[in-house]
Nanobody, 116 residues
Framework: QVHLVESGGGLVQPGGSLRLSCAASGSTYLINTMGWYRQAPGKERELVATHTSSGGTNYAESVRGRFAISRDNAKNTVYLQINSLRTEDAAVYYC??????????WGEGTLVTVSS
């Protein structure tokens, strides 16, 4: 079992920046990929970015060049640096980890609000 705790959400003006963090605990040796997804009101949850244990990263086209995912394996923590925020980035951001045997664990989500 892996437990995830997110932090870092909040209210930001358009063009602003934010850094989300997600700390994993429990059976962290099971973790393969760590990533972030988001869900805006009335929309389906979508992938934002992922970071594999071997260092590979993947981004949604809508955030490429503005968001950066990073990972600290010693702390079992994944980060999402969000820059140049747009109103369409407003959503609940969920941390996800996928284990080596392809089980998914989710955090409870952290709200990012973009408003002037």
């Amino acid at each position: 079992q892996v437990h995830l705790v997110e932090s870092g959400g909040g209210l930001v003006q358009p063009g602003g920046s934010l850094r989300l963090s997600c700390a994993a605990s429990g059976s962290t040796y099971l973790i393969n990929t760590m990533g972030w997804y988001r869900q805006a009101p009335g929309k389906e949850r979508e992938l934002v970015a992922t970071h594999t244990s071997s260092g590979g990263t993947n981004y949604a086209e809508s955030v490429r060049g503005r968001f950066a995912i990073s990972r600290d394996n010693a702390k079992n923590t994944v980060y999402l640096q969000i820059n140049s925020l747009r109103t369409e980035d407003a959503a609940v951001y969920y941390c996800n980890i996928r284990t080596w045997d392809r089980r998914d664990y989710w955090g409870e989500g952290t709200l990012v609000t973009v408003s002037s």
